[in-house]
């Protein structure tokens, strides 16, 4: 991932999110086959695909030294950790009720908050490229998700809430990029994450199924944590609501996994949706571009 770096700020962290997209959609499938058709508990699922994340990310610790992770910002990272403690349990549980594509619609409603809130506490410019980026994305999962004629559940609802408590991890991520480095956000909110989400999953029980189950559960922890660092490595080099808008890029990944895994076929309006997506997010990112070219 260092070589994305040597490309300048906006492409860098773009492709470094559209790396994340990827890495996120290989997990969600392997997170709805196991909670769907091999019936593992979701809070289980959860704990034990961040807890292998972990493990993978306690190597950079051994290399580094512990004293590496000295930090200023312990309350921050607790803010952090318990955003995405909520926004992971909800969207593992989600997952387990709403097909891929849904879900992945309604996760898009994050860029809002992110955006909002990038502008307030963070104080970004959120000028009219970045909203109109946003909002074409939003409108695009609108369209894909078509509110107006689904019937919600409460697990469709899921999603959305999830959405909102991974907006507060992003901008939580950002704000301590200013002091931090990118591995040491990803090993702080692995490590602070397992705690977490092994009292959660007691209540179903944590102990680890071999065979197919164990290699699925492990290959998720490994894409997770690098996942995680590719989004922390993204802050560093570009402004969240600059980002944001490359994150529905994981839109018609995950609506290819789901159909070729689960025969999810979405309605036809979801291609329509899918353009708007793509078209936002590549046109930001020429307008981000050519804002860096020397004058």
Same mark, same amino acid.
Not at 126 to 152: E, N, Q, Y
């Given at each position: 991932?260092?070589?994305?770096?040597?490309?300048?700020?906006?492409?860098?962290?773009?492709?470094?999110?559209?790396?994340?997209?990827?890495?996120?959609?290989?997990?969600?499938?392997?997170?709805?086959?196991?909670?769907?058709?091999?019936?593992?508990?979701?809070?289980?699922?959860?704990?034990?695909?961040?807890?292998?994340?972990?493990?993978?990310?306690?190597?950079?610790?051994?290399?580094?030294?512990?004293?590496?992770?000295?930090?200023?910002?312990?309350?921050?990272?607790?803010?952090?950790?318990?955003?995405?403690?909520?926004?992971?349990?909800?969207?593992?549980?989600?997952?387990?009720?709403?097909?891929?594509?849904?879900?992945?619609?309604?996760?898009?409603?994050?860029?809002?908050?992110?955006?909002?809130?990038?502008?307030?506490?963070?104080?970004?410019?959120?000028?009219?490229?970045?909203?109109?980026?946003?909002?074409?994305?939003?409108?695009?999962?609108?369209?894909?998700?078509?509110?107006?004629?689904?019937?919600?559940? +409460?697990?469709? =609802?899921? @999603? %959305?809430?999830? #959405? *909102?408590?991974? !907006?507060?991890?992003?901008? &939580?991520?950002?704000? $301590? /990029?200013?002091?931090?480095?990118?591995?040491?956000?990803?090993?702080?909110? +692995?490590?602070? =994450?397992? @705690? %977490?989400?092994? #009292? *959660?999953?007691? !209540?179903?029980?944590?102990? &680890?199924?071999?065979? $197919? /189950?164990?290699?699925?559960?492990?290959?998720?922890?490994?894409?997770?944590? +690098?996942?995680?660092?590719?989004?922390?490595?993204?802050?560093?080099?570009?402004?969240?609501?600059?980002?944001?808008?490359?994150?529905?890029?994981?839109?018609?990944?995950?609506?290819?996994?789901?159909?070729?895994?689960?025969?999810?076929?979405?309605?036809?309006?979801?291609?329509?949706?899918?353009?708007?997506?793509?078209?936002?997010?590549?046109?930001?990112?020429?307008?981000?571009?050519?804002?860096?070219?020397?004058?």
């Amino acid at each position: 991932m260092t070589r994305f770096t040597n490309l300048g700020p906006a492409r860098s962290g773009a492709l470094l999110m559209i790396a994340a997209g990827v890495l996120f959609a290989v997990i969600n499938l392997l997170t709805q086959y196991a909670t769907m058709m091999l019936h593992v508990p979701s809070a289980r699922m959860a704990f034990w695909q961040y807890a292998i994340a972990l493990l993978f990310s306690l190597p950079w610790v051994v290399r580094h030294g512990l004293s590496a992770m000295k930090t200023g910002h312990v309350a921050l990272h607790i803010a952090r950790v318990a955003a995405a403690v909520i926004g992971v349990q909800l969207w593992v549980a989600g997952l387990a009720h709403v097909p891929i594509w849904q879900a992945i619609a309604l996760i898009m409603l994050s860029p809002f908050f992110v955006t909002f809130g990038a502008g307030l506490f963070l104080g970004e410019e959120t000028g009219a490229a970045r909203w109109l980026a946003v909002t074409a994305g939003f409108v695009g999962g609108m369209i894909i998700l078509a509110p107006w004629s689904d019937a919600f559940s +409460l697990y469709a =609802l899921y @999603p %959305v809430a999830a #959405a *909102l408590f991974w !907006g507060i991890t992003s901008l &939580l991520t950002k704000r $301590l /990029t200013r002091s931090e480095s990118p591995e040491s956000l990803t090993v702080y909110l +692995l490590l602070l =994450l397992s @705690p %977490v989400n092994f #009292a *959660l999953a007691l !209540g179903e029980g944590v102990a &680890l199924s071999g065979g $197919l /189950t164990a290699l699925i559960l492990i290959a998720a922890g490994l894409l997770t944590a +690098l996942a995680q660092y590719a989004i922390a490595k993204a802050y560093t080099v570009a402004d969240a609501a600059y980002l944001q808008p490359f994150d529905h890029l994981k839109l018609p990944l995950n609506v290819g996994f789901g159909v070729m895994a689960f025969g999810f076929v979405p309605p036809g309006s979801m291609w329509l949706g899918a353009a708007l997506i793509l078209a936002a997010s590549f046109y930001l990112l020429r307008q981000e571009s050519r804002a860096e070219q020397p004058a």
